[in-house]
């Protein structure tokens, strides 16, 4: 079974330019995650989408991050324009978004964007 | 809210030996706590997970952790460690509240000299 896809892996780009981060996410999972991680940093999330819906973006900075996960598969996530403390690495995880009596289920991550803004 | 703090940012440890990597988290209602492994450019990988029951939890690749609610910590370790073990371990907990929510700590790096 596939796990999660990210691409790119590497990405560097001057500031004020925009930037762009897909993820694929495993077949039948229908909670996806961003997360942001700084170096020396545990991820912090982005953004929580269940199927195409975004229930938690409270930490997502709307005025240059932007994000879309149209058909519930897919997602992409953006930021426009970049700036130099952007630079950090970006994991994409996803789940089966089934929360049951017995707790939250796993999420499984992707092997992130590291970007690089100069 | 909740919070964990992995108390050591960096272990290093010699080959064969034990290891304990340490986790504290605050939280008001019951939660679920976990264990990753990051290794170098990989994205995480779920070591093991405290939900209820038992709170010695047994995890892959050997490891194991003990949930103790008075202490409010859920400590990893290894009885004997191998070179592969050397890795980024980040402690995680999420909550009935929060559900699919988690709250990372800052990690611990562990080093395995030989």
């Known amino acids: 079974e596939a796990g999660v896809v990210q691409s790119p892996r590497y990405k560097i780009i001057e500031k004020k330019q925009p930037v762009a981060f897909w993820c694929n996410p495993i077949?039948?999972?229908?909670?996806l995650y961003w997360y942001l991680q700084n170096l020396g940093q545990g991820p912090e999330l982005l953004i929580r989408?269940?199927?195409?819906?975004?229930?938690?973006d409270s930490q997502l900075p709307k005025d240059r991050f932007s994000a879309e996960r149209l058909k519930g598969v897919d997602s992409t996530l953006k930021i426009q324009p970049a700036e130099l403390g952007d630079s950090a690495v970006y994991l994409c995880?996803?789940?089966?978004?089934?929360?049951?009596?017995?707790?939250?289920?796993?999420?499984?991550f992707g092997p992130g964007t590291r970007l690089t803004v100069l | 809210a909740q919070s964990v703090t992995q108390l050591d940012s960096q272990v290093p440890v010699f080959e064969e030996a034990p290891v304990e990597l340490r986790c504290n988290y605050s939280?008001?209602?019951?939660?679920?706590l976990f264990w990753y492994v990051q290794y170098p450019n990989q994205g995480l990988q779920l070591l093991l997970k405290?939900?209820?029951?038992?709170?010695l939890v047994k995890g892959i690749n050997g490891f194991e952790a003990e949930f103790n609610k008075s202490q409010t910590s859920f400590h990893l370790r290894k009885p004997s460690v191998h070179i592969s073990d050397t890795a980024e371990y980040f402690c995680?907990?999420?909550?009935?509240?929060?559900?699919?929510?988690?709250?990372f700590g800052t990690g611990t790096s562990l080093t395995v000299i030989p």
């Open positions: 995880a996803s789940s089966l978004g089934s929360l049951y009596a017995g707790g939250p289920d796993e999420q499984f």
């Open positions: 077949s039948g999972h229908n909670t």
């Open positions: 989408y269940e199927n195409e819906e975004a229930v938690d």
């Open positions: 939280s008001s209602v019951s939660v679920y």
């Open positions: 405290y939900l209820s029951g038992s709170t």
């Open positions: 995680a907990v999420s909550d009935m509240n929060t559900g699919n929510q988690f709250y």
